[in-house]
């Protein structure tokens, strides 16, 4: 802007300049051609005197130089000329000064030779014989004027153009001074030159304008940055080249990444195989998935190609944790497997016996036996098929079971009298004390937890042991204990034996009629109710579980 401003002050001056030469000069110019003019006419006069006095002689002895004197008669034929051989000469008649003096006795003219360089002015005077007497000068044109001044208009020229530049530097200076020096970021506070306001005014609601998006796109970048950093899967966002943009803390903290990481290459933070095929897939536009290891976990990894006008621009990789969802599903298969084999065991007994029974092997006294025994395999189906039942019915989460206020106490009590039959039978004494304790459950849920701990501890009992059953109402809790005198669990069987079909001694489970599911079923139904189970046993002592429900 200071240059351009330079650059336009420069050339106004300059044209400026030249245009005040050319005027003065013009001016000057037809000043001087006036008063050459009158000379003329002065010099014509006194000629004129001359010639009238000494006639044609007055030319012999005549000594003119800048002058041309010219005498010519009434017809226009030229007598006397002091510059050309009168005999060369055409008519002057029809020139304007001679038209003039023959009309009004006096006449003049200024006239431009062929080459524009010179002009003359002409001066003629009528004599009292009819003659006329013409002077003429030639002046330079004002171009051969200013080529003779070209030195001293050149030096004038050169100072007006230091002057100029000098001038007009400081000036566009001193013009863009104030602009420079605006606050932009206070545009309103300025106040140097008016025009500029509206400008400024802009400026500042642009600002703000501009301020408030930021702070949204601020908010919705931390939101996002919130949302991606507080999740449990791994996020990872990488450009054409596998070079890593974006990360979550999850997927640093699975992939031992640091906050350097970013701007490196994927395959140099994660060397598997796997992951490398995905990211190569998802790099030609093709989504890729295939789960790998970490840590010891397994993860699926998803890679989506981010395609942008039909260009790859980048990959978006996920990475799930699935463990819990393969154990689940080995889970399920181990469930499946272990149903048919605990079913298949008293089937192929009942078709033994009763195979027996049909082709009349058996003796009439081990018939009854025979029956018995079918009686008590059918019973042990019987309960797998109920326990597996209500495993199945809690896996899906119970939903169709009421919730209702519900005496544990109670519920411990009807448990204890149903169970008592069986404590008598293995010479087990059973107890219940404690206090009413109400809680918020599923009845039905709540009696099968104390049921099947109770009748766990009459099952895994020594001969006269006892069983207690203890309801005690905390301030926020209510805590149900079953401890027995029994046979104990080892600690390292302690955490297993809430799994389907987990038994430490299967013969004796099966041998006491056990499934294996009862725990199951208590852990489930504990965690329904957001119950915490706690086991304490010692081998040969005894085992107390203690199961917390909040209030
Ligand atoms: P089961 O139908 O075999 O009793 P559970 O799921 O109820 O199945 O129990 C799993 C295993 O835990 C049992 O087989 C048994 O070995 C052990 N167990 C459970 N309760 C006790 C206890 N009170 N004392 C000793 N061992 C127990």
């Not at 002091?82 to 006096?106: C, F, P, T, V």
């Not at 009528?126 to 050149?154: A, H, N």
């Not at 109402?473 to 987990?502: C, M, W």
Request: charged share 25%; aromatic share 6%.
């Amino acid at each position: 802007m200071t240059k351009r401003i330079f650059r336009s002050i420069c050339l106004v001056a300059l044209t400026v300049f030249v245009a005040s030469v050319f005027l003065i000069m013009g001016l000057l110019y037809e000043y001087f051609s006036d008063a050459m003019q009158a000379q003329l006419k002065m010099q014509t006069d006194l000629a004129a005197q001359g010639v009238t006095n000494e006639g044609i002689s007055y030319f012999h002895d005549l000594k003119v130089t800048n002058y041309r004197i010219s005498l010519i008669d009434m017809n226009g034929n030229v007598l006397y000329d002091s510059a050309s051989d009168i005999a060369k000469m055409g008519n002057h008649l029809e020139r304007e000064e001679i038209q003039q003096a023959i009309i009004k006795g006096y006449g003049e003219s200024r006239r431009y030779s062929a080459t524009l360089t010179e002009r003359s002015l002409y001066c003629a005077q009528k004599l009292d014989d009819g003659t006329i007497l013409r002077l003429s000068i030639s002046q330079r044109s004002i171009f051969t004027l200013l080529l003779g001044m070209v030195q001293p208009v050149c030096i004038v020229f050169l100072i007006a153009l230091v002057l100029s530049i000098v001038l007009a530097k400081q000036v566009s200076q001193k013009i863009v001074k104030p602009i420079n020096e605006i606050d932009l970021d206070n545009p309103l506070s300025n106040e140097e030159y008016d025009e500029l306001s509206p400008f400024l005014r802009r400026i500042d609601s642009q600002q703000k304008q501009m301020r408030a998006q930021k702070a949204e796109l601020a908010q919705k970048s931390d939101e996002l940055d919130t949302i991606i950093g507080s999740m449990n899967e791994g996020m990872i966002l990488l450009n054409s080249k596998g070079k890593i943009i974006s990360i979550n803390s999850a997927a640093k903290k699975l992939l031992d990444a640091g906050n350097d990481c970013i701007g490196s290459d994927m395959l140099s933070l994660c060397r598997n195989l796997e992951l490398q095929d995905v990211l190569a897939k998802a790099l030609h536009g093709e989504q890729g998935q295939n789960s790998i290891k970490l840590h010891g976990e397994s993860y699926q990894i998803d890679a989506d190609p981010i395609v942008s006008e039909n260009i790859v621009k980048g990959t978006a990789l996920f990475l799930f944790n699935v463990t819990e969802k393969e154990k689940a599903e080995q889970i399920r298969r181990e469930f499946t497997a272990n149903v048919s084999h605990e079913l298949k065991t008293p089937l192929h007994s009942i078709s033994g016996y009763a195979e027996l029974l049909k082709n009349d092997m058996v003796k009439e006294a081990d018939k009854i036996p025979f029956a018995g025994k079918i009686y008590e395999e059918a019973g042990r189906m019987i309960q797998l098929v109920e326990d597996i039942i209500s495993l199945s019915h809690l896996d899906e989460g119970a939903g169709d079971m009421q919730w209702e206020n519900t005496d544990l106490y109670t519920l411990a009590d009807k448990a204890v009298q149903s169970l008592e039959p069986q404590a008598n039978a293995a010479c087990v004494t059973l107890a219940l004390s404690g206090v009413p304790a109400v809680i918020n459950g599923i009845p039905q849920l709540l009696y099968s937890i104390v049921y099947n701990l109770c009748d766990n501890a009459i099952k895994y009992n020594h001969e006269n042991g006892s069983v207690m059953v203890t309801i005690e109402n905390e301030n926020n809790k209510v805590v149900l204990s079953v401890q027995d005198t029994g046979i104990g669990i080892a600690p390292e069987h302690q955490e297993r034996i809430f799994e389907r079909f987990y038994r430490v001694d299967k013969s004796h489970s099966k041998a006491v009629g056990g499934t294996g599911l009862g725990l199951s079923i208590v852990k489930h139904a504990a965690k329904i109710h957001n119950a915490k189970i706690e086991i304490k046993s010692l081998v040969g002592k005894g085992s107390t579980v203690i199961v917390t429900f909040p209030k």
